[in-house]
Nanobody
Framework: QVQLVESGGGLVQAGGSLRLSCAASGGTFSGYRMGWFRQDPGKEREFVAAINWSGGRIDYAEFVKGRFTISRVNAKNTVYLQMNSLEPEDTAVYYC?????????????????????WGQGTQVTVSS
């Protein structure tokens, strides 16, 4: 099973940018569908973005509104989430997730249940 480690979180002012990274190890990264989710305390984990193994299929949550970009570099075993125009409502712990069991067409890429590996999360705080 792949191990995932997120980095790049922090404190930023509203309107600022952050780039999250998720480094994978212990598996064949190019075979994984990857996703980013976020979670506030007391709330359910929320879908942010997903990308298929090649980067040819991408999905975003509606609230992203063109502000975030997911990408991956298989040669570096890394998936990224570039976040621009951040809003205080974007404050959350951001999690990277991977799944090797279900292809893009057979999975609900927006459901946490369709990912079988998770990172420990990285805190993103956006001040107003």
């Amino acid at each position: 099973q792949v191990q995932l480690v997120e980095s790049g979180g922090g404190l930023v002012q509203a309107g600022g940018s952050l780039r999250l990274s998720c480094a994978a190890s212990g598996g064949t990264f190019s075979g994984y569908r990857m996703g980013w989710f976020r979670q506030d305390p007391g709330k359910e984990r929320e879908f942010v973005a997903a990308i298929n193994w090649s980067g040819g299929r991408i999905d975003y949550a509606e609230f992203v509104k063109g502000r975030f970009t997911i990408s991956r570099v298989n040669a570096k075993n890394t998936v990224y989430l570039q976040m621009n125009s951040l809003e205080p409502e974007d404050t959350a712990v951001y999690y990277c997730a991977a799944d090797s069991l279900r292809g893009w067409a057979s999975a609900n890429v927006r459901s946490p249940r369709d990912y079988n590996s998770w990172g420990q999360g990285t805190q993103v705080t956006v001040s107003s």
